[in-house]
């Protein structure tokens, strides 16, 4: 068995992190102050070392399409429509309306509306009713947690050979391990984790960035 190789992250470290990567970007900034006056919903913000890391991973793969399941107020679908060619499409899963008015305002801001296609509502309804040739590059998936599997099932069907789809709060602030938890989200994400551990129609690997997040890249 390899030999254990990880830190543990205090504040100091972690600002040390964010720091040292291309994290500082004044629109996503704004839209992070903005979020924050929205109070308790505001933790559910992505980080921006989270942002910086989707953006470069799209780019990296050369998605021209993607999807984001759970958009919030906009501030990864940002990241992503903005590592998209000027001909790419974000098909955006939103279900809370007023969210979606902050997401489209600041999206106009950056100059990437055109790119992105916002799907108000349930969105299961949404991914079922795509066409059966609709192919996705790229998938982000961070909505309500009991319904991981059917959202990840759909992706994965639109997903185009080598696609990345990546998953957040897969560590669920470490109650994944924490067997006295039996909530609902929690058991969800555990129940989750373990399907994508021996899922063999993907490669996968979980990362302890931000609140976890897992990347499968479909076979």
């Known amino acids: ?33 903005e979020t924050g006056r929205l ?5 559910m913000q992505i980080t921006p070392e ?7 991973l799209a780019r990296a793969i050369g998605a021209r399409e993607a999807l984001e399941v759970g958009t919030f107020t906009g501030y990864s679908a940002l990241c992503v429509a903005r590592a998209l060619p000027a001909d790419g499409r974000l098909l955006c899963c939103e279900i809370n309306r007023s969210w979606a008015v902050i997401a ?29 040739e609709r192919r996705f590059d790229f998938a982000f998936i961070d909505a309500d947690k009991p319904n991981y599997r059917g959202y990840y099932e759909e992706a994965l069907r639109h997903a185009r050979t ?29 129940e989750f984790n373990d399907f994508i551990a021996a ?21």
């Open 104 to 132: 489209r305002r600041f999206w106009d801001k950056a100059g990437v509306a055109h790119k992105i296609e916002l799907a108000v509502g349930p969105a299961l309804q949404t991914l079922r009713a795509l066409p059966a």
């Open 39 to 43: 109070g308790p919903p505001s933790a």
């Open 1 to 33: 068995m390899a030999a254990e190789k990880f830190i543990t992250l205090n504040s100091e470290l972690y600002a040390y992190v964010v720091a040292h990567g291309h994290n500082d970007d004044p629109l996503l900034a704004e839209l992070a102050a």
């Open 199 to 219: 899922d063999p129609r993907v490669e996968a690997v979980m990362l302890p960035a931000a609140d976890g997040i897992t990347l499968a890249r479909k076979k």
């Open 50 to 56: 989270e942002g910086t890391l989707m953006g470069m």
């Open 162 to 190: 080598g696609a990345l789809i990546l998953i957040d709060n897969v560590l669920w602030a470490g109650k994944v391990i924490d067997l006295s938890d039996q909530s609902d989200d929690t058991r969800a994400i555990r």
